[in-house]
């Protein structure tokens, strides 16, 4: 979990999810990538809301938010028909 409001790893002091966290995510979601998604846009959510009540006049980047929570989760393709 990560040390909020700043939203750095407990462990290593990286912004989380670090690659440790993101190991771990991807290892406890292997079945259901779905639920992954749906957590991680709530976390992306509140880091958002923390990060712009800590730095009201710089907040953090949008797209380098979702980069750091969304866009590393790796994709699954749709089964194919036989």
Do not use: K, Q
């Not at 958002?48 to 590393?72: E, K, N, Q, S, V």
Request: proline share 12%; charged share 20%; aromatic share 10%.
């Amino acid at each position: 979990m990560p040390l909020r409001p700043l939203w750095l790893c407990r462990v290593c002091a990286a912004p989380w999810p670090c690659g440790a966290a993101r190991l771990t995510l991807v290892s406890e979601y292997a079945h259901d990538r779905v639920a992954l998604n749906i957590y991680l846009c709530t976390v992306l959510h509140d880091a958002a809301a923390d990060l712009y009540r800590l730095y009201p006049d710089t907040g953090p980047d949008p797209a380098a938010l979702f980069a750091r929570f969304l866009a590393w989760v790796p994709r699954t393709r749709p089964p194919t028909e036989s």
